[in-house]
């Protein structure tokens, strides 16, 4: 009974190269391939205006972002394609060093924690009504400013850049704010909570530490699906940077690294600026932003898009579903014995997502016979191109 009840744990995750199909609860084992993702590019942003912008949102089908430090205290509205539509200025504030935004059902909050000296005894969340926000006759709104500090950091002496008491990410979940860490100084990401609001200084305490092996400097999660994105970077030590996505998913209540965990490698910063925001609109897509880039060589701000569904699905039905192409050769689709391909020629067939080469064959027109695969995913490659299909 013991090895049985045992045997129930274990990587639940058929994309994982480790899957355990007997395990029927995810103890977060899962380990997964490298993985390389090209983010979209949509539109450079506004230069100067959004020249440091550090943290974006999505919601009601634009986006709002924020400056960081020594920016005005402003909030800046677009639409998805990174167009200009409204600046509102929030009062009673200061903007010391903004760096994330993060909102629940009420109210959006504005990150203050940006700390990279490793000084700072003024860390603080700035609470802004929605409703008074996106009242399109105002262009001011007053915030709440409520400070926190971090109960593990005794030493206050920094030194800058080097040292594990920096933010710039954070979401919030019902009356609750998570805050994720950027360890300068030994490349793990520690989670905090703090509720939504409070009196005089709230003193939050690490409860989650993960080895993410790079700095954090965006955090999103779905509503929905619960699937959290971490947008980072790890520098080469040559001063470039390249970026990276964790998605977290299948976790247990409020332990997000307990589930699944799997990086995305998305670029360099020759190709995406230096990536700040984040922001799912959705359980698998969402959005980047980067801010300017102004050293030896200039690399404006910038808006991408991002599409992650076939690393979130467990299901190969709905997948074939998102990746199918109306105008693919090969058909039927979904197909029980025989696939049937209008471009005759050298053919292969691929395991999915294993990447495994099955089947090799020259195309005549008398279709191929798939009674040997078992139930599952497959790649149809001719050429230079693949194909999904579902074999029944």
């Not at 395990?23 to 993702?37: M, V």
């Not at 409070?198 to 965006?218: C, D, H, K, L, S």
Request: glycine share 8%; charged share 20%; aromatic share 14%.
């Amino acid at each position: 009974m013991a090895g049985n009840a045992l045997s129930q744990f274990g990587c639940t995750d058929p994309q994982a190269i480790n899957f355990n199909g007997d395990a029927i609860i995810n103890d977060g084992s899962c380990l997964y391939e490298p993985t390389n993702y090209t983010p979209t590019g949509i539109s450079n942003l506004a230069s100067p205006l959004l020249a440091e912008n550090s943290g974006v949102i999505s919601l009601n089908a634009s986006l709002w972002v924020l400056n960081d430090g020594g920016n005005n205290t402003s909030l800046y509205e677009l639409d998805t394609l990174g167009n200009f539509l409204r600046e509102v200025v929030i009062y009673n504030v200061e903007n010391i060093d903004w760096e994330s935004l993060a909102e629940n059902d009420t109210h959006i909050f504005v990150g203050d924690f940006g700390n990279n000296s490793g000084t700072r005894t003024d860390l603080s969340i700035i609470k802004i009504e929605k409703e008074q926000l996106f009242n399109s006759t105002q262009d001011s709104v007053p915030g709440l400013e409520m400070q926190f500090s971090y109960a593990d950091q005794i030493d206050f002496s920094g030194p800058s850049n080097a040292h594990n008491y920096d933010c710039e990410a954070f979401f919030a979940v019902d009356d609750s704010l998570f805050l994720f860490s950027k360890n300068w100084q030994d490349n793990l990401v520690k989670k905090y909570a703090l509720p939504d609001e409070w009196q005089g200084i709230y003193t939050t305490e690490p409860n989650e530490v993960f080895n993410i092996a790079g700095m954090v400097t965006g955090a999103s999660i779905d509503k929905n699906s619960g699937n959290i994105s971490l947008l980072a970077y790890i520098d080469n030590e040559l001063g470039i940077y390249n970026s990276f996505i964790y998605m977290l998913w299948d976790y247990s209540g409020h332990d997000f690294f307990s589930g699944n965990k799997r990086r995305i490698d998305i670029g360099s910063m020759f190709a995406l600026g230096q990536t700040e925001g984040i922001a799912l609109n959705s359980g698998h897509k969402g959005f980047i932003t980067s801010e300017e880039i102004s050293n030896i060589i200039t690399i404006p701000p910038m808006l991408f898009s991002f599409d992650f569904y076939e690393y979130f699905t467990n299901d190969q039905a709905e997948l074939l579903d998102h990746k199918i192409d109306a105008k693919s050769p090969i058909y039927p689709n979904p197909v029980k014995d025989k696939l049937f391909s209008k471009i005759n020629g050298v053919y292969e067939i691929y395991g999915w997502p294993s990447g495994v080469k099955i089947k090799v064959g020259n195309y005549n027109g008398k279709g191929v016979d798939l009674n040997l695969l078992s139930p599952g995913m497959y790649i149809y490659r001719v050429g230079q191109s693949s194909f999904y299909f579902f074999k029944m």
